[in-house]
């Protein structure tokens, strides 16, 4: 099974994800509502959180985008402020969703089938199998996927599954109106997303640096991955992320050609037994 | 549904028969996700619009199924928003479709506590005699030295800059006609 | 630009992406400061103090684009010995009457023009009717031939008067007013100007936040000052870009609902000046002048035809004698006051929301609480529909429901996709929207609603002989309701004999053959084509995209793109081509529809005493402008002085660092005793601004209703400083209020680095800023900062005083009730006190 066919499909397509480019983003937050208006997302409450331009917290079962604000002062007194110069202060902004891990351990854990992992190598609940166990929550080292309230059922970016599958692209990524967050084949994305780093330390920001785009990390690489300018953790993202189910592959491998030896004896029956 | 599609359909049988031993990927898709697509794809038609909201006029593609928006997106053809909507763009379809819409005329008589309902042609009629009688009431045919000033200023309006050029052109031509000047919009805000 | 306009911001990322310098400049860090190169920090109401700076910078380092200025502005005209600047006057220019508080603007003439001038009673009448700048050079008829310095040496040439005007406005000047530090100013001095010139240009892009100043007009003209000393104006690249915040703010100013305009920029008459045709006419057309305008009687003549069909006839002047006119000011403000005055008996609200988002919220909503009748047309139960119910004034006791007498009726519209017509976006370009779907229950359009309201007042005054219900009675109004395109095509103007739409506004005639109702949207229906609903992708053409759309006039995508080519017809670089002459073929050609006539040559020199069209030379590239020239110099037309001269706003902290006169002498006031501003007192220590977010618009009626947008931005807030929450308490995500002497409101405080103290004429300035979104009524609700606003315009456009004030700020929250009237009234008390 390559990395471009996580799923096991017959007939698999070129894996697509995200690159979220944050050194454009204006913080406009059109990607959560767009995500909202096509998904039919639930609203997440009017709670002004005082976290700059951020109502929305995080990312939820309720909100599958998250714009993130980050206000990076130059550190002054009180007093000496009204002398500091100008402008030497940064805003950073950045829009979080799913990642789509190579290694997704809410798809491991998941005793349902609900996730799954599609042909296209994203990972998505299929709300018609969930039934709202709740395994999958703690097994995001993100802390992505979540239950909602009302009807327990866990919910997350389906990398607009149903648009996706048609051709089109996923309702965040056609709204960004600075192409912050760009759609496409993940062996793309990810040329493109180096260069665009190149790019940046060309023109002097040396601070620029890709998150989530390693193979060898410790989910396998994310189908969503980002360009962020300063280290992960003041955007709230784990800097090391590690799927807890790291070791599990092998096990499920293991359990699983011992359940298909039990379930092939029963669909044997079934057929043999058809009139 | 036969046996042999029930049975097919079973993620056991799939991860048995297919490519995907694990049952995590094909095996596990279910008949749901199997038959997504996108709703724009299967609406009755699509409108091409723009924007109602700021003046930077972003195309729109509306989608409408049995009578119902079921889709407001950016248009790819605009070669001015190139398919991008910002927020407010984006949530066009909960302007339109909101149940806190008001379908109905509301009206409030004078001295009222509440809202009372009104059918629409009631409704226009009391104002089209509202606006007979405040014209009649407060018309000016000349100044004090005879100058002509044909109008009523018993009357004003207050709108526009998000309605249509011909919604305003009828609005101008209407009011002008009836003496009253005192028409503004949002341009003067 | 990021804040309010998302999707236009794309172009500015990709210009950066692409090596373009982004400057932000704003009193406050926004979304478009996080991703400028440089952001430059300043006091709200000093903008001409900082481009005036730019322009002495400009001038004093001979930074100009000095053969674009010669040949394509008024640089090299003399003006008349009487002209006195600011310098001479301290802060005043030449015919100031203190009375009036207007100019008589005879003496800012050119040398040699012959009329009087605009006097005094004149202007007075122009400020009221907000006519000064109609037809671009208001005012006097200017002469073709106006003497002229090309050496720029003649000391009252317009070169010599700027470079004095703003001898004074150097850094040190700028840092004092503005509170920006000189090597800050200085870089953005040097990057405007490096990327300016043949081979590259600069684009200037405001919001129309900055008309809602006392100065704002001449904050917009400073900019265009610059932008023509660059060169940068009818150059691809280049221009003032308006960002207006409404999707059809363009179009509702090019066929107005505006008190004092006609479709086209034609005037309302003014019962005065223009009693007659005739003298209406030629009030708009200038006989001696150059210039397009110089047809206005083809543009009038086919208005009315339209309006009133063949009951407009040559022996009747076409149906003037029917048009309603102007004795004053009947601008919106003027309005709210006369309802609070009982002079105004019914009042519609087409899709807007006054208790919202018009400044001094409380005289918006005593006023509409009597008045006889009110109508709003909106998609939502907006504020100014329940004012009566739930307003702020009901709280305090001024509004008791059981005695307001307004009978409202809210009467449900049709969205955007309920149905057809066009929107005429920021950059003149009319976009057709097909329509979805049909409105939902009584939801109607207001092309219904007038259609049939027209109808029925006209069944009712039917077989009348009163002379005042003649025009009605004639008006081209057909019976049957008319589809948008209907209308479009009247607007385009038709061939009255055969019907046929015109193709062009050079088509129109003074003679009753033709009828149209815009002129400057004639060609729109080309063809008997709807030209603005062409949608051949963006992709599939030039960048330009001529073929999407159609923009105003005559689908030209750049105004004034003659200036892109050099005196000769030859482009300015090849980089910077765009419009140029073809000797072969003998015309004008290039990537735009040349904004000249096509084949007059560059070398055309008019003949003696020529007028009009025929005056305009080879190379006059202002083909609407009275002398064909870029003014850099008004010499008249502009209510509050030739050269714009930095004010302090209405309400501020400081007195002019720069002149004597403090705030703008010819501003528009209504001082009366609900309309307080605030005096220069301890007791509102602090400069506010407001804005708009990106999660809201305008007054909130089509986004605090919606949940997605609610969510985002739940709460009306209050952003101060660090060093501010410190001088008063206040506490982050805790409550606050803020204070003017027209009322107080609350808010939840943000405390942020992204506004920051200025030191200000030797003294620091402490800025908030609010958003001005929230009101009574929606999922999210709130005090209103435009409650904070008083009433003082900029005289010009009649625009209020809106992004600016004083106040002050306590933590907590507001007292509630009629104790919150008693708290307003004591902080007025004590400012007086103070003052006196």
């Given at each position: 099974?390559?990395?471009d066919?996580l799923?096991?499909?017959?007939?698999?397509?070129?894996?697509?994800?995200f690159f979220t480019?944050?050194?454009?983003c204006?913080?406009?937050?059109?990607?959560?509502?767009?995500?909202k208006?096509w998904?039919?997302?639930?609203?997440?409450g009017?709670e002004?959180?005082?976290?700059?331009?951020?109502n929305?917290g995080?990312?939820?079962a309720?909100?599958?985008?998250h714009?993130?604000?980050i206000?990076?002062?130059?550190?002054?007194?009180?007093?000496?402020?009204?002398e500091?110069?100008?402008?030497d202060?940064r805003?950073?902004m950045m829009s979080n969703?799913?990642?789509?891990?190579?290694?997704a351990?809410?798809?491991?854990?998941?005793?349902?089938?609900?996730?799954?992992?599609?042909?296209f190598?994203?990972v998505?609940?299929?709300?018609d199998?969930?039934?709202?166990?709740?395994?999958?929550i703690?097994?995001?080292?993100?802390?992505?996927i979540?239950?909602r309230k009302?009807?327990?059922?866990?919910w997350?970016?389906?990398?607009?599954?149903d648009?996706?599958?048609?051709?089109?692209?996923?309702?965040?990524?056609?709204?960004?109106?600075?192409?912050?967050?760009?759609?496409?084949?993940?062996g793309?994305?990810?040329?493109?997303?180096?260069?665009?780093?190149e790019?940046?330390?060309?023109?002097?920001?040396g601070?620029?640096?890709?998150y989530?785009?390693d193979p060898d990390?410790?989910v396998?690489?994310?189908?969503?991955?980002?360009?962020l300018?300063?280290e992960p953790e003041?955007?709230?993202?784990?800097?090391d992320p590690?799927?807890?189910?790291r070791d599990?592959?092998?096990?499920w491998?293991?359990?699983?050609?011992?359940?298909?030896a039990?379930?092939?004896?029963?669909?044997?029956?079934?057929?043999?037994?058809r009139? | 549904?036969g046996?042999r599609?029930?049975?097919?359909?079973?993620p056991v049988?799939?991860q048995?028969?297919?490519t995907?031993?694990?049952?995590?990927?094909?095996a596990a898709?279910?008949?749901?996700?199997?038959?997504l697509s996108?709703?724009?794809?299967?609406?009755?038609?699509m409108a091409?619009?723009v924007?109602?909201?700021?003046?930077?006029?972003?195309?729109?593609r509306i989608?409408?199924?049995?009578?119902?928006v079921?889709?407001?997106?950016?248009?790819?053809?605009?070669?001015?928003?190139?398919?991008?909507?910002?927020?407010?763009?984006?949530?066009?379809?909960?302007?339109?479709?909101s149940?806190?819409?008001?379908?109905?005329?509301?009206?409030?008589r004078?001295f009222?506590?509440?809202?009372e309902?009104?059918?629409?042609?009631?409704?226009m009629?009391?104002?089209?005699?509202?606006?007979?009688?405040?014209?009649?009431?407060?018309w000016?045919?000349?100044?004090?030295?005879?100058?002509?000033?044909n109008?009523?200023l018993?009357?004003a309006?207050?709108?526009?800059a998000t309605?249509d050029?011909e919604?305003n052109?009828?609005?101008?031509?209407?009011?002008?006609?009836l003496g009253?000047l005192?028409i503004?919009n949002?341009a003067?805000? | 630009?990021?804040?309010a306009?998302?999707?236009?911001?794309?172009?500015v990322?990709?210009a950066?992406?692409?090596?373009?310098t982004?400057?932000?400049?704003?009193?406050?860090?926004?979304?478009?400061s996080?991703?400028?190169?440089?952001?430059?920090?300043?006091r709200?109401?000093?903008?001409?103090?900082?481009?005036?700076?730019?322009?002495?910078?400009?001038?004093?380092?001979?930074?100009d684009?000095?053969?674009y200025?010669?040949?394509?502005?008024?640089?090299?005209m003399?003006?008349g010995?009487?002209?006195?600047?600011?310098?001479?006057?301290d802060g005043?220019f030449?015919?100031?009457?203190p009375?009036?508080?207007?100019?008589?603007?005879?003496s800012?003439q050119?040398?040699?023009q012959?009329?009087?001038?605009?006097?005094e009673?004149?202007?007075?009448?122009d400020?009221?009717?907000?006519?000064g700048?109609e037809?671009?050079?208001h005012g006097?008829?200017?002469?073709?031939d106006?003497?002229?310095?090309?050496t720029?040496?003649?000391p009252?040439?317009?070169?010599?008067?700027l470079k004095?005007?703003?001898?004074?406005?150097?850094p040190e000047?700028?840092e004092?007013v503005c509170?920006v530090p000189?090597?800050?100013?200085l870089?953005?001095?040097?990057?405007w100007t490096?990327?300016?010139?043949?081979?590259?240009t600069?684009?200037?892009?405001?919001?129309?936040?900055w008309?809602q100043h006392s100065?704002?007009?001449?904050?917009?003209?400073t900019?265009?000052?610059?932008?023509l000393?660059?060169g940068n104006?009818?150059?691809?690249?280049g221009?003032?870009m308006?960002?207006?915040?409404?999707a059809s703010?363009?179009?509702?100013?090019?066929?107005p609902?505006?008190?004092?305009?006609l479709p086209?920029?034609l005037?309302m008459p003014?019962h005065?000046?223009h009693e007659t045709?005739?003298?209406w006419?030629?009030?708009?057309r200038?006989?001696?002048?150059?210039?397009?305008?110089a047809?206005?009687?083809a543009?009038?003549?086919s208005?009315?035809?339209?309006?009133?069909?063949?009951?407009?006839?040559e022996q009747?002047?076409?149906g003037?004698?029917?048009?309603?006119?102007?004795?004053?000011?009947?601008?919106t403000?003027?309005?709210v006051?006369?309802?609070?005055?009982?002079k105004?008996?019914g009042?519609?609200?087409?899709?807007?929301?006054?208790?919202?988002g018009?400044a001094h919220?409380r005289?918006?909503r005593?006023?509409?609480?009597n008045?006889?009748w009110?109508?709003?047309?909106d998609?939502?139960a907006?504020e100014s529909?329940?004012?009566w119910?739930d307003?702020?004034?009901?709280?305090t006791?001024?509004?008791?429901p059981?005695q307001?007498?307004?009978?409202?009726?809210?009467?449900p519209?049709?969205?955007?996709?309920?149905?057809?017509?066009?929107?005429?976006q920021?950059?003149?370009?009319?976009?057709?929207?097909?329509k979805?779907?049909d409105?939902?229950?009584?939801?109607?359009s207001?092309?219904?609603f007038?259609h049939?309201l027209?109808r029925?007042?006209?069944?009712?005054?039917?077989g009348?002989t009163?002379?005042r219900?003649?025009?009605?009675?004639?008006?081209?109004?057909?019976d049957?309701?008319p589809?948008?395109e209907d209308?479009?095509?009247?607007?385009?103007?038709?061939?009255v004999?055969?019907g046929?739409a015109?193709?062009?506004?050079?088509?129109?005639?003074?003679?009753?053959?033709?009828?149209c109702?815009?002129?400057?949207?004639?060609?729109?229906?080309?063809?008997?084509v709807n030209?603005?609903?062409?949608?051949?992708p963006g992709?599939?053409?030039?960048?330009v995209?001529?073929e999407w759309g159609?923009?105003?006039?005559?689908d030209?995508?750049?105004?004034?793109n003659r200036?892109s080519a050099d005196?000769?017809?030859?482009?300015?670089s090849?980089?910077?081509?765009?419009?140029?002459?073809?000797p072969a073929?003998?015309e004008?050609t290039?990537?735009d529809?040349?904004?000249?006539?096509?084949?007059?040559p560059?070398?055309y020199r008019?003949?003696?005493?020529?007028?009009?069209?025929?005056?305009i030379a080879?190379?006059?590239a202002?083909?609407?402008?009275g002398?064909?020239k870029?003014?850099?110099?008004?010499?008249s037309g502009?209510?509050?002085?030739?050269?714009?001269?930095?004010y302090?706003?209405a309400?501020?902290?400081?007195g002019n660092?720069?002149y004597?006169?403090?705030?703008?002498?010819?501003?528009?006031?209504?001082?009366?005793?609900d309309?307080?501003?605030?005096?220069?007192?301890?007791v509102y220590?602090?400069?506010?601004?407001?804005?708009?977010?990106?999660?809201?618009?305008?007054?909130g009626g089509?986004?605090?209703?919606?949940?997605?947008?609610?969510?985002?931005?739940?709460e009306?807030?209050?952003?101060?400083?660090?060093?501010?929450?410190a001088?008063?308490?206040?506490?982050?995500?805790?409550?606050?209020?803020?204070?003017?002497?027209?009322?107080a409101i609350e808010?939840r405080v943000?405390?942020?680095?992204r506004l920051r103290?200025?030191r200000?004429d030797?003294?620091?300035?402490h800025q908030?800023w609010?958003?001005?979104?929230?009101?009574?009524s929606g999922l999210?609700?709130?005090?209103s900062?435009?409650d904070?606003?008083?009433?003082?315009l900029?005289?010009?456009v009649?625009i209020q005083e809106s992004?600016?004030?004083t106040c002050?700020?306590?933590p907590?929250?507001?007292p509630?009730?009629?104790?919150?009237l008693?708290?307003v009234?004591d902080?007025?008390?004590r400012?007086?006190?103070?003052?006196?």
């Open positions: 099974m390559t990395a066919n799923g096991g499909w017959p007939d698999p397509q070129p894996r697509m994800g480019d944050t050194s454009v204006i913080g406009c937050k059109a990607c959560e509502v767009a995500c208006e998904n039919a997302v639930p609203d997440d009017f002004l959180l005082g976290h700059s331009y951020d929305t995080g990312l939820s309720n909100s599958w985008r714009v993130a604000f206000e990076q002062p130059v550190p002054t007194d009180v007093l000496a402020e009204a500091a110069g100008p402008g202060m805003w950073l969703v799913c990642k789509h891990c190579t290694h351990g809410c798809l491991d854990v998941c005793p349902t089938g609900s996730l799954f992992r599609t042909e190598g994203t998505v609940v299929q709300e199998i969930c039934n709202g166990c709740g395994y999958c703690p097994a995001c080292p993100y802390g992505v979540d239950q009302d009807d327990g059922r866990a997350k970016c389906t990398l607009c599954y648009r996706v599958g048609d051709g089109l692209t996923p309702a965040c990524a056609q709204a960004c109106p600075t192409r912050s967050i760009q759609f496409g084949e993940v793309e994305l990810r040329e493109r997303a180096a260069a665009r780093v790019a940046l330390h060309g023109q002097g920001v601070e620029a640096r890709l989530g785009h990390d410790g396998g690489g994310n189908g969503a991955f980002f360009l300018l300063d003041v955007y709230g993202l784990p800097p590690i799927v807890p189910t599990l592959p092998a096990m491998r293991r359990a699983g050609l011992a359940g298909l039990m379930a092939a004896a029963v669909v044997v029956s079934f057929l043999g037994g009139p | 549904m046996v599609t029930w049975i097919e359909g079973w049988y799939r048995l028969t297919g995907d031993p694990l049952g995590r990927g094909a898709q279910s008949p749901r996700s199997r038959d996108a709703r724009t794809g299967s609406a009755d038609s091409r619009s924007c109602p909201y700021c003046a930077v006029g972003c195309g729109q989608f409408v199924k049995d009578g119902e079921v889709q407001i997106e950016g248009d790819p053809d605009s070669p001015i928003s190139r398919g991008r909507l910002c927020p407010k763009g984006s949530a066009s379809k909960s302007l339109v479709t149940d806190r819409r008001v379908r109905g005329v509301l009206y409030r004078p009222g506590t509440d809202w309902e009104l059918d629409l042609d009631t409704a009629g009391m104002i089209a005699d509202r606006v007979v009688a405040a014209r009649a009431a407060t000016e045919d000349a100044d004090e030295e005879g100058r002509p000033l109008r009523t018993g009357i309006s207050l709108g526009g309605l050029n919604e052109y009828l609005i101008k031509k209407l009011f002008t006609a009253a005192q503004e949002q003067r805000i | 630009m990021a804040e306009h998302p999707v236009g911001f794309q172009y990322v990709e950066k992406n692409r090596g373009a982004v400057i932000h400049i704003d009193p406050r860090f926004t979304r478009t996080a991703l400028a190169h440089t952001y430059v920090p300043m709200a109401g000093a903008d001409i103090a900082f481009l005036g700076g730019v322009v002495n910078y400009i001038l004093s380092n001979e930074k684009f000095r053969e200025v010669v040949a394509y502005t008024n640089a090299s003399i003006v010995e009487g002209f006195r600047d600011t310098e001479d006057l005043l030449s015919g100031y009457d009375e009036l508080n207007v100019y008589d603007q005879s800012w050119y040398e040699g012959s009329d009087e001038g605009q006097q009673g004149e202007a007075h009448a400020r009221e009717t907000a006519s700048l037809q671009e050079s006097p008829p200017v002469p073709a106006v003497p002229r310095d090309p720029l040496r003649h009252r040439c317009v070169y010599q008067i004095r005007h703003y001898a004074r406005y150097t000047m700028v004092r509170g000189p090597e800050k100013f870089e953005v001095c040097a990057a490096r990327n300016s010139g043949r081979e590259r600069t684009a200037l892009v405001y919001s129309v936040g008309t100065v704002g007009v001449q904050y917009i003209r900019g265009a000052i610059i932008q000393l660059l104006m009818g150059r691809p690249g221009g003032v308006a960002l207006r915040g409404h703010i363009q179009g509702s100013t090019d066929i609902t505006l008190f004092n305009l086209g920029y005037p003014h005065r000046q045709f005739r003298q006419v030629d009030a708009i200038h006989p001696e002048q150059k210039g397009f305008w047809n206005a009687e543009y009038a003549v208005l009315l035809k339209a309006y009133f069909g063949d009951a407009a006839t009747n002047d076409w003037y004698g029917w048009l309603p006119r102007l004795t004053g000011d009947h601008g403000y003027q309005q006051l006369d309802m609070i005055d009982g105004i008996k009042y519609f609200l087409l899709g807007q929301n006054p208790a919202v018009s919220g005289a918006q005593l006023g509409m609480a008045l006889d009110l109508v709003v047309r998609l939502f907006i529909a329940t004012f119910k307003g702020p004034e009901v709280a006791g001024e509004i008791v059981e307001c007498r307004t009978e409202v009726f809210l009467m519209a049709a969205s955007h996709a309920e149905k057809e017509g066009t929107f005429t920021t950059q003149r370009l009319l976009q057709w929207r097909e979805a779907l409105p939902p229950g009584d939801c109607r207001e092309l219904w007038f049939h027209g029925l007042v006209r069944e009712r005054l039917a009348s009163l002379p219900d003649q025009a009605v009675l004639r008006l081209n109004w057909p049957e309701e589809s948008g209308v479009l095509r009247e607007i385009n103007g038709y061939d004999a055969t046929a015109l193709s062009n506004f050079t088509d129109l005639a003074a003679d009753g053959t033709t009828a109702g815009c002129w400057i949207y004639s060609g729109v229906f080309k063809d008997g030209q603005a609903a062409r949608r051949k992709a599939e053409q030039d960048w995209a001529r159609w923009a105003w006039p005559s030209r995508r750049t105004l004034y200036a005196p000769e017809g030859r482009p300015w090849e980089r910077k081509k765009y419009v140029w002459w073809d073929a003998g004008w290039g990537y529809v040349p904004d000249f006539e096509k084949t007059k560059p070398s008019p003949p003696e005493g020529a007028s009009g069209v025929e005056a080879g190379d006059d202002f083909i609407m402008q002398d064909g870029g003014w850099l110099y008004a010499p502009l209510i509050d002085g030739p050269m714009p001269t930095h302090e706003p309400e501020s902290p400081i660092p720069l004597g006169q403090g705030a703008n002498p010819a501003r528009k006031r209504y001082d009366r005793d309309n307080p501003l605030n005096p220069a007192s301890p220590p602090y400069v506010f601004s407001t804005s708009r977010l990106t999660e809201h618009h305008t007054a089509m986004s605090r209703q919606l949940a997605y947008l609610s969510e985002l931005q739940p009306m807030f209050v952003e101060v400083s660090p060093a501010l929450a001088e008063r308490g206040l506490e982050h995500h805790g409550w606050a209020h803020v204070i003017t002497s027209r009322a808010a943000l405390v942020t680095d103290p200025l200000v030797g003294r620091v300035i908030i609010m958003p001005y979104h929230w009101g009574s999210v609700t709130g005090d900062a435009n904070l606003i008083g009433i003082v900029d005289p010009n009649l992004k600016v004030g002050d700020i306590r907590g929250r507001r509630a009730g009629a104790d919150l008693a708290y009234e902080y007025r008390r400012a007086e006190g103070h003052d006196g």
